[in-house]
């Protein structure tokens, strides 16, 4: 049995307009195929499903059990027309986004800002932090972001990864602190003091300790934090030299702490992004990277540059 939308649809006009002619009006279509989509459902069935009479149609018993089938099936059709045109104009839709969350707190809320301003209609869902890694699957994501030198999962053949931004490493340490003074620090001047530094999963904590490894140098001793909050709140209070770009320390004012460049060790931390290749990218997706490329990173800045 061969039976379309299209003719149960034209059984379904026929019979709320009483003619073939007044239907072939509401569909735009002319009389014989208007009639030709009516024989082909009519075999299709395998019975008659309406009769002339006195020039209009008229439904037979099997015609009119059709009916109410017909009308939710149009019901159907048309919310998924609608839902179709708003995701096209990005009135309705989703954006499904896993980061790591330094990257999540302080250089995704500005992007994430512009493009929910413009597009009310689309639900954003972030999962943040390595801890959620285990549990997502990539290809049921939007795009991914990441920390360089970082483990990450494996990504599907559809992903591409591409470098986003980039950011200078700086100490940060109280204003009391007996470095407080230097313009700058190198890594020999900080080795005697305690450092305050990320999980060994975080892109700026493994950036440092390759380039403390490059030099043969060993900090005095460290506190283990799991977040770039935590690493602020425990310089604060005195425990030691913490780690951070440069751009994160410019958004903690609150902190009202120092930060030192350390030149002579180029510790640039980088970021990218994972995204399927263009033929796979969703409507919002394409949108939010257009929003990304053609926006100024509040990540570049005098210290920070993309490579």
Do not use: C
């Not at 002319?30 to 082909?40: C, D, M, N, T, V």
């Not at 999980?199 to 900090?219: C, D, H, M, T, Y």
């Not at 263009?278 to 409507?283: D, E, L, N, T, V």
Request: charged residues 20%; hydrophobic residues 40%.
């Amino acid at each position: 049995m061969t039976i379309d939308a299209e003719q149960l649809l034209t059984l379904l006009t026929v019979a709320e307009t009483g003619s073939v002619s007044e239907a072939a009006l509401r569909l735009g279509r002319g009389q014989p195929a208007i009639s030709e989509r009516l024989h082909k459902l009519t075999r299709a069935i395998g019975e008659p499903l309406y009769v002339r009479e006195g020039g209009g149609i008229q439904l037979t018993p099997v015609g009119q059990a059709l009916i109410p089938d017909i009308r939710q099936l149009r019901a159907k059709l048309q919310n998924i027309e609608n839902l179709l045109m708003r995701q096209k104009s990005l009135q309705a839709g989703e954006l499904r986004i896993a980061s790591t969350s330094l990257i999540a707190n302080y250089l995704l809320p500005q992007y994430l800002q512009s493009f929910q301003n413009q597009n009310p209609g689309i639900n954003l869902y972030i999962k943040s932090g390595v801890t959620y890694w285990g549990d997502i699957n990539l290809s049921e994501l939007d795009v991914f972001f990441f920390e360089g030198e970082m483990d990450i999962p494996q990504l599907p053949d559809s992903y591409e990864i591409q470098q986003w931004l980039t950011g200078e490493i700086v100490a940060v340490m109280p204003k009391t602190h007996p470095l407080a003074s230097l313009p700058a620090l190198s890594l020999e001047d900080i080795q005697p003091f305690p450092v305050v530094w990320r999980e060994p999963s975080s892109g700026v904590r493994r950036r440092l300790e390759k380039a403390f490894r490059q030099k043969n140098i060993v900090p005095a001793h460290f506190i283990e934090v799991a977040d770039v909050e935590s690493v602020g709140a425990m310089v604060k209070a005195g425990l030691g030299i913490g780690f951070m770009t440069h751009t994160v320390f410019e958004q903690r004012p609150d902190w009202d702490l120092l930060y030192k460049p350390i030149p002579s060790a180029q510790l640039i931390w980088k970021s990218f992004m994972a995204i399927p290749n263009p033929a796979r990218r969703s409507r919002a997706l394409s949108v939010f990277l257009d929003l990304m490329g053609s926006s100024t990173p509040l990540a570049r800045d005098s210290s920070e540059s993309a490579l």
